[in-house]
């Protein structure tokens, strides 16, 4: 019915689709890499962890917070 050329067509067109869904996966897999990891190379939790440290020296700085609740706030932020 289809003859050689038809033969020809379909082992084509399945290498195609297998590169494409190849491709799909690649995708998405680069994606899901991009959004874990943002902003210079840091996970997004310790951006906020990082983002914490920084105000509580800030506050610490300025006279808000003691050296006792500065060391406790810190060792509990590191943990």
């Known amino acids: 019915m289809y003859g050689h050329d038809g033969f020809w067509m379909w082992g084509v ?8 869904w190849i ?6 897999a680069a994606l899901v890499r991009w ?6 190379g840091r996970p997004r939790n310790e951006e906020r ?3 914490a440290l920084e105000v509580l020296e ?5 006279g808000e917070i003691d050296r006792e609740e500065y060391l ?3 060792e509990d ?3």
Do not use: C, D, P, T
Request: proline letters at 0%; hydrophobic letters at 50%; aromatic letters at 8%.
């Open 23 to 28: 491709l799909v996966i690649l995708g998405i």
């Open 35 to 40: 959004l874990a990891v943002s902003n210079g």
């Open 13 to 20: 067109g399945g290498i195609f689709m297998i590169l494409f």
């Open 77 to 79: 932020l590191n943990a």
């Open 58 to 62: 800030e506050r610490y700085a300025r």
């Open 72 to 74: 406790q706030k810190k």
């Open 49 to 51: 962890s990082h983002r």
